[in-house]
């Protein structure tokens, strides 16, 4: 199985705190070694970096935790293999344009004897279970809406119905975002938090570092964290139920009309 | 104006000679300032690293500078910009899936008056010439074959068609790969050189480094190196003709039937 940890801001902010207690799970706190993944949106424009090496040994990794990207959206990824082999093509997040938009996910679970051959336009390079998954995803909304991307509530309601579907083969917990929402969905396990004023401290679990946002905040600013398992040990984490697909946008839960 | 690098293998070789000379132009030994890429084919994935920052000044650039990553297929990019601001979205080289594989594009030159505003299914993120380019080269492959990859004298045909209805429109110097051929289309200026057995001493023009290849070889390897310019003063290059498409496989020439 794998971890994912996925932010949603109002105002582009870097991911390193969080990226550090999440990458100590890739092979010291935590057994996920199969490789590791993350994606910024920056504008329109969308950088992923992954390693087929464990995210405690690789220097890519390294470089991410110490080099502030400050972006709206991430989707991050810690792996450990069930379906498909240790290779950069079957690292996550996967990113695909739709739309002329990028598109990132990132998945945690397995589905059992689901698969997905298109014939279509998005087709899966490597061999998971989670790229299939993803190109169903865009094939379904590229064909329900082939001109350009619907309001917020149509699409919800395609992408609700095809992930009940896919949901249905197994375990299937997403990140997905366009660099403008992030989609949540939880099978079994997801958390999220919302930082916003009043901003305290907050202490990583799985390294011993803390950091106060009180000293690098605005008023103004709202960052939601979506995590496998909390990543801090001070901070109110809410559970998401199983079967719930959230929608986050400039740090907060969207209502779908 | 940008500068290209390419390099096509039949082995997994690292590109960190050739590719500190080539960051060198990124903002010291010349003017390619705004932004940079490379893209790494490693079996069937492809990682790319962008960023908008000068190469000389990058953090990601120093990484890959010294990160000794493998690959039989190595596209990279320093940006002068000409059209299209300077920002992620419009940072070389671009990537893309069609028939299940990674494609990957990096262009160098203006093509004035040429827009492509695709209602197909490849359509540009960013606002450059060249992500448009890229584009309609996939989208007409893509309409050409649309079940699978044809045999290369196939696709070298229509891809030959296409780029030379592209390259009406201005100077389209491009490198384009999908992990397997590395294409090279010359419009003013690219140059080559294969390296294999016997091998020498390669001394960069851009910073005071030598390399002996005769300590890093086996003597079956050959590796390609496209350019912009020339990057070593030792070696003898091969000037590619204007309107040229070529084809480098396992870091020879293909000879297209």
Redesign the interface.
């Given at each position: 199985m794998c971890q994912l940890l996925g932010m949603n801001c109002n105002v582009p902010t870097d991911i390193c705190f969080s990226f550090e207690g999440f990458c100590a799970r890739g092979g010291k706190t935590d057994e996920h070694r199969d490789g590791w993944g993350i994606a910024f949106f920056?504008?329109?424009?969308?950088?992923?970096?992954?390693?087929?090496q464990p995210s405690i040994d690789s220097?890519?990794a390294h470089?991410v935790q110490q080099?502030p990207i400050k972006s709206m959206n991430v989707i991050a990824h810690i792996r450990k293999a069930t379906i498909g082999q240790v290779?950069?093509?079957?690292?996550h997040p996967f990113k695909?344009?739709l739309?002329?938009?990028?598109w990132v996910m990132a998945h945690n679970g397995d589905l059992k004897d689901f698969e997905y051959n298109s014939?279509g336009?998005?087709?899966?390079?490597?061999t998971t279970d989670s790229e299939q998954a993803f190109c169903l995803i865009l094939e379904t909304l590229?064909q329900a809406f082939p001109?350009r991307q619907p309001p917020l509530s149509e699409l919800y309601s395609v992408l609700q119905s095809i992930t009940d579907r896919i949901a249905s083969y197994g375990i299937f917990n997403y990140l997905l975002s366009d660099g403008d929402h992030l989609f949540v969905h939880c099978s079994t396990r997801l958390n999220y938090l919302i930082r916003q004023a009043p901003f305290a401290s907050a202490h990583l679990i799985d390294e011993d570092i803390t950091v106060d946002f009180r000293d690098l905040t605005d008023a103004e600013d709202r960052v939601a964290i979506i995590a496998t398992q909390p990543l801090t040990d001070n901070e109110v984490w809410t559970v998401i139920s199983p079967g719930e697909l959230l929608v986050f946008h400039h740090g907060n839960l969207s209502k779908i009309p």
């Open positions: 920056e504008g329109l424009g969308c950088r992923v970096f992954v390693d087929d220097p890519i470089l080099y290779g950069l093509e079957n690292s695909r344009e739309w002329g938009r990028y014939a336009y998005y087709r899966p390079v490597g590229c001109d």
